[in-house]
């Protein structure tokens, strides 16, 4: 019980601080305040909106921030030590050290009003099914008291990037992004009972942005332990078909029909 309590004033926290994040990197009218990156001849050159590109350069533009909520809220941030490692940040609590929660850094763009591109929700290879693994993470899945995903989706906007600036054509620079919107959740909440990428294991999102900000994954009626279960077994689980054929289980509803489970 004292576990989700910590849990759930921990979200509470984030969400309230996730809803300050957009007016802190936008300007008035919605658009991203990067403008591009500068030379020691002070040339500025717009950037690409890429969404690795986009994606990295949001981490770094809000990672001060993070840095200071963490502060504030007895948290001290521990970086994954290698590029593929999971989470992007470890908050780990100043009065016990015990207490650990995983926070990924997701960003994506709308397709249009009612859908984003959708990411990835980290791997459910060797961390995610021996909970006590140290291989690619930065601690044991086992040892954080939750996953969550601070999300941001964003409109793009086509740029010239050829073009070169001076500083005081500042206000002439186009933003590659606008109408950036943050939320915070847990993974799970969000999560899709599809794989995320072709030829590694890692776990797809929901598309419909509505759903994404209200948590309504395709797991939300049966939880947490089943998002696990199945993800854990994810095209490892043999079952026939109708016509006396077999195949691997990829899908939510043939799982729950296969564990007995009420869809």
């Not at 919605?30 to 950037?47: M, P, R």
């Amino acid at each position: 019980m004292k576990k989700l309590k910590i849990k759930n004033e921990f979200e509470q926290k984030f969400t309230e601080f996730a809803k300050t994040l957009s007016k802190q990197i936008c300007d008035k009218m919605n658009n991203w305040t990067v403008k591009g990156f500068i030379d020691i001849h002070k040339n500025i050159y717009s950037i690409s909106n890429d969404t690795k590109i986009v994606s990295k350069i949001l981490e770094i533009h809000i990672f001060p921030l993070i840095s200071k909520f963490a502060d504030e809220i007895g948290y001290k941030i521990v970086l994954a030590e290698h590029q593929n490692y999971y989470p992007d940040i470890s908050f780990v609590s100043k009065i016990d050290e015990k207490i650990k929660f995983a926070v990924d850094f997701k960003s994506t763009y709308r397709k249009n009003d009612n859908k984003c591109n959708g990411f990835t929700l980290g791997s459910h290879g060797e961390y995610f099914q021996n909970r006590t693994s140290n291989k690619n993470i930065q601690f044991p899945y086992s040892e954080y008291a939750g996953h969550f995903c601070l999300g941001i989706i964003y409109t793009r906007v086509n740029t010239d990037e050829t073009k070169i600036f001076k500083i005081n054509e500042l206000s002439n620079i186009t933003s590659v992004i606008k109408d950036v919107d943050f939320f915070f959740v847990e993974k799970w909440k969000i999560a899709s009972d599809i794989s995320g990428s072709g030829n590694t294991a890692n776990i797809g999102s929901i598309t419909v942005i509505e759903d994404i900000l209200k948590g309504n994954g395709v797991f939300k009626t049966h939880g947490e332990k089943v998002f696990d279960d199945y993800w854990m077994n994810y095209g490892k689980i043999t079952i026939q078909t109708p016509d006396g054929k077999t195949k691997k289980i990829t899908k939510l509803n043939e799982f729950l029909r296969y564990k007995g489970i009420n869809q």
